[in-house]
C-alpha cells in the first residue's frame, strides 16, 4: 500500500515561515511526480505545487509564487513545501499527492494517493 504522511503544520503569525514535509512510503517514490495541494474551509481544493520526478521542472498556484517553494529528497522518499512570507489567507489543511506519471501536474484528478493532510494556520 502507499501512504503519503505529512508533518509540519502548526500555527504561526502573518509573515512568518514554516516547511511541510511529506513523506512517501509503499512505492518507489524516486520515479514519480509530487503535489501539494491545500483546502481551506468552505472552499474547493486548491493546487499548491507541484514537481517532477527529478525536480528539473516545478510549477506554483498564483497565489503562492514567489513565497512557497517546492523541492523533494529522492533518498528520503519526502517532498517538502517550504511557505514564506505567510498570509492568513494561506490558512487552510495542505496535502500532499502523487498520481502515476513523473511529470509535474497540477489537477486533482491527476492524483492518485492522498495524504490525511496537515493544517496550517495563520493568524494576522
Known amino acids: 500500500q502507499v501512504h503519503l504522511v505529512e508533518s509540519g503544520g502548526g500555527l504561526v503569525q502573518g509573515g512568518d515561515s514554516l516547511r511541510l514535509s511529506c513523506a512517501v512510503s509503499?512505492?518507489?517514490?524516486?520515479?514519480?511526480?509530487m503535489a501539494w495541494f491545500r483546502q481551506a474551509p468552505g472552499k474547493e481544493r486548491e493546487f499548491v505545487a507541484a514537481i517532477s520526478w527529478n525536480a528539473g521542472t516545478s510549477y506554483y498556484g498564483d497565489s503562492v509564487k514567489g513565497r512557497f517553494t517546492i523541492s523533494r529528497d529522492n533518498a528520503k522518499s519526502t517532498v517538502y513545501l517550504q511557505m514564506n512570507s505567510l498570509k492568513p489567507e494561506d490558512t487552510a489543511v495542505y496535502y500532499c499527492?502523487?498520481?502515476?506519471?513523473?511529470?509535474?501536474?497540477?489537477?486533482?484528478?491527476?492524483?492518485?494517493?492522498w495524504g490525511k493532510g496537515t493544517l496550517v494556520t495563520v493568524s494576522s
Open positions: 499527492a502523487t498520481g502515476s506519471t513523473s511529470r509535474a501536474t497540477t489537477t486533482p484528478h491527476d492524483m492518485r494517493y
Open positions: 509503499g512505492r518507489t517514490f524516486s520515479i514519480y511526480a
